[in-house]
Nanobody, 121 residues
Framework: VQLQASGGGLVQAGGSLRLSCAAS??????YGWFRQAPGKEREFVSF????????YYPDSVKGRFTISGDNAKNTVYLQMNSLRPEDTAVYYC?????????????????WGQGTLVTVSS
C-alpha cells in the first residue's frame, strides 16, 4: 500500500484547506490523519473506518475538520475549516488493516510522506 498526501499550503487564520490522500495497492479498512508540529510529538487528527463509515475527531479539531472518503477512488480527504495558527504542522495520512485503536499511530501499517500546512496569524 502506498499513500500520497497532497493539498497542504499556506493559509491565513480562519481559512480552509482540503488535504487528499490517494492510496494505491490493497484497500485498507481504515484511514487516519495525524500531524506533527516542530518540536512536538505526532498527534492524532481524525480517522475513518469504511465499515459503518465511522469517523472520529479529538476535541482540538472537532467541529472544524471533516474526514471523508471516496471508496471507489481509494482516496481520503480532510477538510479543514476555521484554521488556527496552532494547526500548523506536517500532516500525514495513514492506512490500517485494523478497525479498532485507530487513535494511536502504532495501529497504522502504512504512512504517506506528509504535507505541510502553515497557518499564519
Amino acid at each position: 500500500v502506498q499513500l500520497q498526501a497532497s493539498g497542504g499550503g499556506l493559509v491565513q487564520a480562519g481559512g480552509s484547506l482540503r488535504l487528499s490522500c490517494a492510496a494505491s495497492g490493497r484497500r485498507s479498512r481504515s484511514y487516519g490523519w495525524f500531524r506533527q508540529a516542530p518540536g512536538k510529538e505526532r498527534e492524532f487528527v481524525s480517522f475513518i473506518r469504511w465499515r459503518g463509515n465511522i469517523t472520529y475527531y479529538p476535541d482540538s479539531v472537532k467541529g472544524r475538520f471533516t474526514i471523508s472518503g471516496d471508496n471507489a477512488k481509494n482516496t481520503v480527504y480532510l477538510q479543514m475549516n476555521s484554521l488556527r495558527p496552532e494547526d500548523t504542522a506536517v500532516y500525514y495520512c495513514a492506512a490500517s488493516v485494523r478497525e479498532m485503536g485507530l487513535t494511536t499511530a502504532t495501529s497504522y501499517q502504512y504512512w504517506g510522506q506528509g504535507t505541510l500546512v502553515t497557518v499564519s496569524s
